[in-house]
């Protein structure tokens, strides 16, 4: 198994610009998590679906992010327009999640600088 | 508002000295999650508790979920420098539909040769 693959892993550029963010979940994996960690706030869930449809974006900073999962294979994380503040290391994660054995499986993550 | 506190914030020690890391609440979870992260990568996950008083070995390091399921410790034996990383708890409730995990900020440990 290929595991959650991330794209890009590194991504600079400057504020006002579109950011596109993309992840792979692992085949068979119900749920799909897009996180933000940084060193001060640590990891924070941004959004996550159960089957394509997304269930939580209580952590959506604001209207400038977006998340899409069009099918089972792919979501994206779109950030328009960046701010220097959206710099961070976005992971996305997936898992199959039963109720008593959770188990998150990261990607290697993108780092955004927004200049 | 951080709901698991995990101490200490960094620790640096030698090779094959002993350790131990916490993870603290005030709220009770249904399971415990303990992952490890290396620069550059996303956290592994090493680790789930789900009973009270729980105690799981994977070789060289040692679980434990409090008997209240509030906080639980991860003891490192003889480290060595690939212990090196970020030891991450993540806390799960199970209320409902409820996939939220909550995180703590992380124990950042370095093991000097």
């Known amino acids: 198994d290929a595991g959650v693959i991330q794209s890009p892993r590194h991504e600079v550029t400057e504020m006002g610009q579109e950011v596109t963010l993309r992840c792979k979940p692992i085949s068979g994996h119900d749920y799909l998590f897009w996180y933000r960690q940084t060193m001060m706030r640590g990891l924070e869930l941004l959004i996550y679906f159960n089957n394509n449809v997304p269930i939580d974006d209580s952590g959506m900073p604001e209207d400038r992010f977006s998340a899409k999962m069009p099918n089972a294979s792919f979501s994206t994380l779109k950030i328009q327009p960046s701010e220097p503040r959206d710099s961070a290391v976005y992971f996305c994660?997936?898992?199959?999640?039963?109720?008593?054995?959770?188990?998150?499986?990261f990607g290697s993550g993108t780092q955004l600088s927004v200049l | 508002t951080q709901l698991l506190e995990q101490s200490p914030q960094f620790l640096s020690i030698q090779e094959g000295e002993n350790l131990t890391v916490y993870c603290n609440s005030s709220?009770?979870?249904?399971?415990l999650q303990w992952y490890r992260q290396e620069p550059g990568e996303g956290p592994v996950l090493l680790v789930t508790v789900v009973t009270g008083g729980e105690v799981k070995k994977l070789k060289r390091l040692t679980f434990q979920f409090g008997d209240a399921r509030k906080d639980s410790s991860l003891h490192i034996t003889a480290a060595q420098p690939g212990d090196t990383g970020l030891y991450l708890c993540?806390?799960?409730?199970?209320?409902?539909?409820?996939?939220?995990?909550?995180w703590g900020l992380g124990t950042s440990l370095a093991v000097n040769p």
């Open positions: 993540a806390g799960a409730k199970n209320a409902g539909n409820n996939r939220k995990l909550i």
């Open positions: 994660a997936s898992s199959p999640w039963d109720s008593w054995n959770e188990k998150l499986f």
């Open positions: 709220s009770v979870f249904s399971s």
